[in-house]
């Protein structure tokens, strides 16, 4: 009777099948097949910029990075919900594994946009809302992990984290909407509508997608790599350590309890 | 008839750590059952799921009737908590406190009735007294005022002796007497075998989340419960 | 069965937490002596001139705000942990609802009597009148957008180890829409630029202030149950 709770709880985590495996290290290789692809695209296949020159190809990973990152953080917010709805751990599992990869694309985004702009803005860094509003964002996930790392009952620590989780979005929205609403930003915006002065960012190193043919499709192709493969095949690699974890954890409760 | 307080199959995993297992356990009206069993054995993760403030891994609980978590609301406004902690607010007098809990329970009271409340656990004259400036033992008994407050059919005590010297503890032991007569069904956690053999009708030990032995104490010493205890648990009361 | 009605509950949380602080004063005077240190502080440390003033008082008004409200967050809540108070609350035969309303609004009446006293304080040290309409229309907006976040998370926070340090990490980031709108409206007012050029601001913040309400009332159930 009591290994049956460990039990019945080891199985909702269900071992990962072969099929599983087989098509998680199939889209595992496609992705780095496309990541490599991508890189291709932006390094060689696409003209140098007239403007900025060579270092203008960061934009080939600076703007994917992101792309990806939203939508590990929107994992998150699904996870999130459909934890506390459902109780069920790989729903938890799922927004954990959505912070952890979103953290490191929004890392790569981050640095990338620091690198690029040294010589373009002349700084490593500066105060313009979108860096500003990207760092907090990546500081809001940091403190979802301190969150739950500061609570021993395991159950309370998913419901908070779920919580904390869909309220977190929020920064990842501002984010994303920023440059569109703040007038003083000069980040340019790569993807969507301008709702700003568009003449001002001009001087501020802009970045034209339309430029030639060789960009639009070395971005499209690395926003589509980025955003679809590389945050799911890494979240599903995570939820599956998160699996074994679990597993572990069902073990060990199994051995005490004999 | 059915028993005020009933559980089926009633299980509680933290993570994945089985708390309770399966417990069958029913209360009837009038009876006074003492819970024991050593610190992790799960007496309070049991009154917490009674009471409503945590959730059933699986199992039912019903109360009077009404079924948790359903129904949790019916099911509080029929219970009344004494805890270890206090649960009063040191920075409110006596009579706000009592005065806070009955709007909370949406029970209408007048000076008069709090008057009483407080006389009866012996505090007539410290109403007006902020429950900071209170010793340990007088809190306690404010705490039970405000468990009765509602009149409920059910009264549960979580170590309700924790902190209190011996006066203290002499006049909870004449409370609780009074709110058994008094008609109250009553659920005490507690450590003291000796005081569970003298009050409670009836004491269930628990021991790894299932029932060890579930006794009448009709005439039941102090020293044979300490043995049955004993034999259930593998450690001496106390611990 | 007799379930106490929402309102009243609400109504009776509300009138504890005003009876406790009309008794000790522990929570508006700790978040009051905090308020007016730091904007001394940051007059200090900022040394402005006439102009410089001018365009930060409004950056400074919200920071202070915001971190002494963060300190009344902390306190509010910690009073519902220390003697198990919490449990009492939700041991009692109301919704979950009503418990949360009722916290927010007396941290929201907390919070707003702070700005009441750093008002005139303010107008008074920058020399820049801060009775301007929108600048209090703002502060209504922007003080019940941030409690609403806060009492939801400092629900949360006191639960954990780290208890009052938590708080800020994680309120602060979530709340940032809350602020940078409240910041942008009321420099706005105060900067005698027209209407149209920051209305948009105000508005911004009474729509994210309606999201927020309805978010944390339905997460908040979540936060104290087991």
Redesign the interface.
Known sequence: ??A???HS??ESMPRSNRMGSRLLIFLSILTVIGVLIGLYLGLIAAGTDIEQGEVQRLFYIHVPSFAGAFVAFSATVVGGIAYLITRKVKWDALALAGVEIGLALAAINLVTGSVWARPIWNTWWNWDPRLTSDAIMILTYAAYLMLRSGID???TRRRFASVYGILAFSTVLITFLIIRIRPDTIHPVVIGPVLTDASMMATQGDFELNATPGVTSAVAFGSAVWSILVPWVLVWWRIRLENVA?RV??MR?KVM?Q | MTPLIETKGL?K??????VL??LEFAVERGEFVALLGHNGSGKSTLM?ML?????P?AGTIRVGG?ELPK?A??V????G?V?H????????TAR?NLR??A????TTVNDVKINAALTRVGLGKRGDD?VRGFSRGMQQRLSIARALLHEPDVLIFDEPYTGLDQDGSAALDELLKDAHQAGHTILMATHDLDRAAVLATRAVILS???IGVDMPLDGVTGAALAEAYRRVTGVAAGG | ?????FF??V???V??DL??EM??R?LVGAMGVFALLAILIFSFALELDREARNEVISGVLWVTVIFSSILGLNRSLA?ER????L?????????RGAVYVGKLIGNYIFTLAISAILLPVMSALYGVSLFNPYVLLTLLLGVLGFTTVGTLLATMTVQTRAREALLPIVMMPVALPIILSAVRASTGALSGASVDDWIGWVQILGALDAIFVVMCFFLFPFVV??
Request: charge should be positive; hydrophobic fraction near 45%.
């Open positions: 009777m009591s049956a709770v460990a709880a080891a009952n395991v159950d679990h954890t069902a409760v309890e | 299980t995993a933290f993570g994945l750590m089985p297992r399966k917490r009471c409503g403030l945590s959730k891994t009404w129904e609301d019916a509080r406004a029929q219970i908590v805890s902690k206090t649960l009063l607010y040191d920075t409110l706000e806070f809990f709007s909370l329970y949406n902020l790894r989340g299932v | 069965m007799k379930t106490t009605p009243k509950a109504l009776a949380i009138r504890k009876q406790a008794r000790g522990e009073m220390d003697q198990g108070n449990d009492a609350l939700l041991l009692a035969p109301i919704g149950e087991e």
